[in-house]
Nanobody, 128 residues
Framework: EVQLVQSGGGLVQAGGSLRLSCEAS????????IGWFRRAPGKEPEGVSCIRNTDGSTYYADFVKGRFTISSDNAKNTVFLQLNSLKPEDTAVYYC?????????????????????WGLGTQVIVSS
């Protein structure tokens, strides 16, 4: 059974930091691309970032470049999203997601939500 168990998130003031974790099980982690997307109340989902575990390639949406960092610990089957310099507009439920295939385009994965599985989401609230 595929599982993506998320942790982290919470309430932080603008300018602060948080780290989200996504522990995966039920599939061969190294063969997957793992990413994050978010959904704010009343808004459409937004692709945030992803990392292709076969070679470590990453992609970031423009609105998080330079502030968020995605990383993967293949030994622990866990992907992290470090959120720095948070803004109130980053407030959303963040979802971890995974897609199979070692040749996935990291750009397409983020922009087109090419995911097979996703977690339950974790809330991030940034106060002004």
């Amino acid at each position: 059974e595929v599982q993506l168990v998320q942790s982290g998130g919470g309430l932080v003031q603008a300018g602060g930091s948080l780290r989200l974790s996504c522990e995966a099980s039920g599939f061969t982690f190294d063969d997957y691309t793992i990413g994050w997307f978010r959904r704010a109340p009343g808004k459409e989902p937004e692709g945030v970032s992803c990392i292709r575990n076969t070679d470590g390639s990453t992609y970031y949406a423009d609105f998080v470049k330079g502030r968020f960092t995605i990383s993967s610990d293949n030994a622990k089957n866990t992907v992290f999203l470090q959120l720095n310099s948070l803004k109130p507009e980053d407030t959303a439920v963040y979802y971890c997601a995974a897609v199979s295939g070692s040749q996935q385009s990291v750009v397409r994965v983020v922009k087109e939500f090419l995911y097979d599985y996703w977690g339950l989401g974790t809330q991030v609230i940034v106060s002004s």
